[in-house]
């Protein structure tokens, strides 16, 4: 101890904030790294800028809590992080807040067109690109179709023929018709709009005014309670499911549907009981329309802290290049954000479900682009949760989010 | 005869239930630790590890920077353990003997605000160290350290104090010590008892303290063990390396249960001596 | 010699003002103004605008309901827990010094580094608490303790009490030391048994103990962060999400400043009423006797 003392206290008078750096370190910070993708990259943009080290700070899984770990450094004006890997729902609130560098001069006009348009425009606030996207996210119904073609059935394109196929088809509790996320979480609130996209409704209209509480969003909401309730074709336990837990019913052979994200596809390759048996298609819609799926997705904005902002870029741009893109995609098994990558030959031998997702990607939509995002989806997912599980009437439950969402944007000096 | 033997059981038995209640969360991280990796994993859970191994103490030393956060633990700590004495020591025989003006008031105002939830203090704070520059730096923390621990430092501290007989005092005024030297060579050597009671407790806070240090180390390696460890994750829910985390609870809380056993009678006492007064 | 001794209490006053005080001050001017959280971006005052929105807001009244909740049934258990632990540990037997410091342990560990083993004990699959119940029948398999609604406000009580109970166990152990041997034994030969000793002589004098112990517990419990943090994140569904959850999120998820500063402040104030209530209560019958006289 009596040695211990002098040693601690020269490094804590020691340990300025600053630091010196040998060479320029550009650093970011994401979920660990998946089968060594970033590894690869950032070795292969060393190679290449032998002056630049690049470092991966690997934080929690859970995206709520490294988008704290974001802002809590951003919001003190920190260096620490040179790049901000975001999903695609931080943006307004980061770009809002000034932590971002506008990119719009960075990235040509005529190489903005080769990503997907959703991205892009998720990618922009106040008409100023602040995002360079990286991976994509949409989206998607996959389901049985050994099951399926035995009873001669097409996969549903309204959500009533779903109920009907479904209905048709289960044997609960051994095989569930569909299943989704339903747990109190941003996950839940994908999945409502979902539904309330494709029943013509929406959160916010084009002024910014509240429309949740008419009648395309509460019959949405309705569709998701009488899914577990009225039709029983999903399991009660849905209240309690993230992407994981709806993943693994449908991967242990346990459900017809299921609404996921495209990394799910890897997984059925993995799952003895219905490897083969798996096909992926757009959401359901309407009669007279097609289904929209919600947009996720990731991407690099350069923090306006950053001490190396040229060299910040540099890698951005590497790892969203055609490139780049590729490389991480096939190592990590996600959706690369570039269109012409949705048709690589390579990726779609691994990945025969691109077609379809290239157009449903076309079309889908972001969840409402607005700095109090987080606020919004909390309301939300609180009062959607609250009618999935029976506490409140749908009609209730959107009439008092409605509310507490017009006074929270009603509250001064909305940006 | 047989009724008091009875009793003296019962007794035991409650003794025990106490004793087991008290430490069965922290021993089953111990066996869980002490289990192969694949038997962390057994369901249903084993009871006791059936081939024993140290393999998670071998790897919880990978884990990236869990040395770094144990370090910065450590830095923190000891930085804190000293301020508050030095802060308090000279603050409480102000109070205790020469009845400072407002020396009760600072007591009393000084625990309603240490009593308070650490969120009251948390943005304010974060403006202030901001503003300083001092993100990231050790002083982010030792500083509110030292004062959410100050006024219990004080309050122990001046309890201890007006035990103190004063006739010592008086005959080293006499023999020419000053004031200052009467606290340093008669008072603070006498005061040690009370004083390693209450680097103990700064120590143990200080070591466990999760809010203020998740907030005012934005960096990675600055990080101390509780926040370190309560971010760390696998890639998926389903890889979290439990045999690591549960080898590296164990690690960060061995040093305060031994600290504890080993000076109980003087943490006890410390802290119920003396009688806490509302 | 008095002059003398503001020298000496300046430091810890000066730092006690700006570390605990100040803050304070800049919540309730925060709490005024609408923040711009741009680098550079100024203030805007808005009066009571942002205390008249946090009387609508049903997000942060729900916390404050699931606070309440957690303060009142983890400060019910504790208490018991606590004074069983106090009143079995006063008694003295060989090796009571070790069995005491056994049970202070839950205390003194980091409650964010055993939020993580609480964790690890109530895993669905390899937790021992679920394997444990289902082996007694006591339980049906699949249990999910941390992704129920109900079961994991309780599983976070039952952590807190565990970490907690010591801590009024050992203010208890203070408070027993003031009850007067003679008391007891004049209650013995008017022939009280154990029941009756305790509520007539023990319960009188441990008042005051016991008000401080609720005091300094619930604002603690009603501050409750770290654990709930790590346990559960707030979930699920807001299940667990306590005050404390709330303005972390209000202030560094919702970057509003100025309306974060006015709900801690609202958030003090019911502080300030539960230790107006314990001050009160803690003035014992012995105390008021004394001042009667």
Redesign the interface.
Known sequence: MALLVPILLALLLGCSRAGPERGITVRFLDRPDRNQAWADAIQAFQAAHPDIRVELVEGPS?T??R??LY??SL?A?DPIYDLVFMDIVWLP?FA????LLPLDARLAAGEQADFLPGDLEGSRFRGRLYRVPMRTDAGLLFYRRDLLVARALAPPRTWEALVEEARALQAPPELWGYVFQG???EGLVVNFLELVWSAGGDVLDSQGRVILDQPEAIAALRWLRDAIVRHRITPPAV??YEEQDSANVFLQGRSLFLRNWPYVWALTAESPRVRGRVAITALPGRADAVGISALGGWGFGVS?FSRHPEAAWAFARYATSAEGQKRYALRAGTVPARRALLHDAELVARNPHYPVLAKVLERARPRPVHP?Y??IS??L??HV?AAL?GRTEPQDALR?AAR?LR?LLA???TP | MTGRRVRRAL?AA??AL??G???W??L??VL?SLKAPDE??????T?LPERPSLASYAKVFTLRPFVRYVLNSLLVAVGTTLLPLG??A??A???AR??????EL?LR??L??????????????Y??IRALGLLNHPLALI??Y???N??LT?WMLTSFFRQLPSELEEAARIDGFS?VGVLRHIILPLAAPALATAAILVA?FS??E??LAL?FMTADQWRT???G??MLSGVTEFEVP?DQ??AA?VV??LP??L???GL??R??AG???G???? | ??Q??????L???A??L???????A??AW?SLQ?V????G?GA?F?GL?HFA?AL????FH?SLVTSALFTALSLAAELLLGLG?AL??H?S?PGR??????????W???????????R??Y?D????LT?GL??LGLLAPGT?WL???HLALAAVIVADV?KTA?FVM??V??GL??VPPELHEAALLDGAGPVRRFTMVTLPYLR??L??AL??RG??A?????LV??LT?G????ATRVV?LA???T?????E?G???AL?LL??AL?GLW?AAM?RA?RSRLDQEAGSR
């Open positions: 859970a709520n809590a988008e704290d802002a809590t919001l004006g609130k809002a807040a000034g932590w747990k109190q979480y209240a309690t306006r109090k987080a606020q909390d309301i997912q609180h949760s599980v008092a507490e006074t509250s001064p000096r | 007794f409650v003794v106490i004793v209640h008290s430490l969360p922290f089953w991280q869980t962390i994993f057994a369901i249903p859970p009871l802060l308090g000279p603050a025989y102000a109070v020469l009845r400072a003006r407002g020396g600072l105002a000084g309603v605000g240490a009593l308070l939830p650490p969120i009251v203090f948390v943005l304010p704070l403006e202030g500083v509110p030292t004062a959410l100050l006024p004080l004031r143990i070591w466990n999760f809010l907030t063990v509780p926040v460890m309560a439990w985390i549960s609870v960060t809380t305060v249960v600290l504890v056993l109980q009678r943490i006890i802290l119920t001596a009688g806490i007064k509302g | 010699m008095r003398e001794g503001l020298l000496y209490l430091p810890a006053a730092l006690l700006v570390v605990l005080a100040a803050p304070v800049r919540l925060l609408e711009e959280v741009t680098p971006g805007e808005v605008a929105r609508a807001d049903g997000i729900r632990m079995i540990l008694a037997f010094g070790a069995v005491r410091a056994a049970a202070l342990i839950p003194t560990l980091p409650p964010a580094v055993m939020a993580i083993g609480w690890w004990i895993h699959s390899y937790g021992i394997a289902v082996a999910t992704g129920d609604r565990w010591p050992l203010i152990l203070a030391q003031a005051p103990y008000a401080l005091l300094f604002v603690q009603f501050g409750v962060f770290d943090r790590v994140g979930g699920p569904g807001g404390a303005l972390y999120d202030f560094y998820r919702y970057l400043f309306y974060g500063a801690t958030t003090l502080l230790a001050v803690g």
